[in-house]
């Protein structure tokens, strides 16, 4: 069986990746979601296996130990890393499953499964980034001049993704992401098998 495809969406905060992350599988559902381990706390309404694992400092690092994540990293003072394991048997399986992580974390995984699609999303201008980051209402003006400065350093990083998709309009952007990931399950490379069965009939 042909394995799924492992999709990565990654962007700054501000530039609308979740939305984007949501609204993509509400058009696709059979797209698997990978839950990440945090040590950071449950956020109100948050719940256990369903937004992410919440996990205390010691476990994560024995976690780190027993090589036990795809990637890792820390974000704002908390790591967060992917599980190895139920990725690559939904994968195995021929299933889908899609991210939403750091660059760091997406760079990782690009290095050690260079078939992922790694998908950029950019905010349209840095004013836009800004009125985004300030609408949320949830950063002190220093921390908004944090986000950004680190906005900015990571979006230099562009070059290491494989697509970039603009967020101006929610909605086009998720399209557009539902058309890349089309257009990767009809890769010459994805489908040689496939071919050479078909090429082999009698
Ligand atoms: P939040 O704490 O708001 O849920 O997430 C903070 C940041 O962590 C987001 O930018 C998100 O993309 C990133 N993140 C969430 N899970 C993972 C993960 O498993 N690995 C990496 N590298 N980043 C993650």
């Known amino acids: 069986m042909k394995n799924g495809l492992l999709i990565v969406i990654s962007g700054p905060s501000g530039a609308g990746k979740g939305t984007i992350y949501n609204k993509v599988l509400d058009k696709m559902p059979e797209i698997r979601k990978s839950i990440s381990v945090t040590t950071r706390k449950p956020r109100a309404g948050e719940k256990e296996g369903v937004h992410y694992y919440f996990r205390t400092e ?7 130990a027993c090589g036990e994540f795809l990637e890792t990293a820390s974000v704002y003072n908390h790591h967060y890393g992917t599980p190895k394991a139920p990725v690559f048997q939904m994968l195995e399986a021929g299933d889908d499953v899609m991210f ?6 997406s760079r990782q995984i690009k290095r ?3 078939e992922a699609v790694t998908i950029y999303v950019m905010p349209p201008s840095f004013e836009i980034l800004k009125e ?4 949320r209402g949830t950063e002190s003006e220093d921390s908004l001049k944090t986000r950004l400065g680190n906005s900015r350093r990571e979006l230099s990083e562009y070059g290491n993704f494989d697509y970039i998709v603009f967020n101006d309009d929610a909605d086009v952007a998720a399209e557009e992401v539902v058309s890349i990931i089309n257009a990767e399950k009809c890769r010459m490379s994805r489908n040689e098998q496939e071919v050479k069965r078909l090429l082999a009939e009698k």
């Open 58 to 64: 010691e476990e994560y690092q024995r976690m780190i």
């Open 100 to 105: 939403e992580i750091d660059n760091y974390g």
């Open 112 to 114: 050690k499964y260079p």
């Open 132 to 135: 985004r980051l300030t609408a």
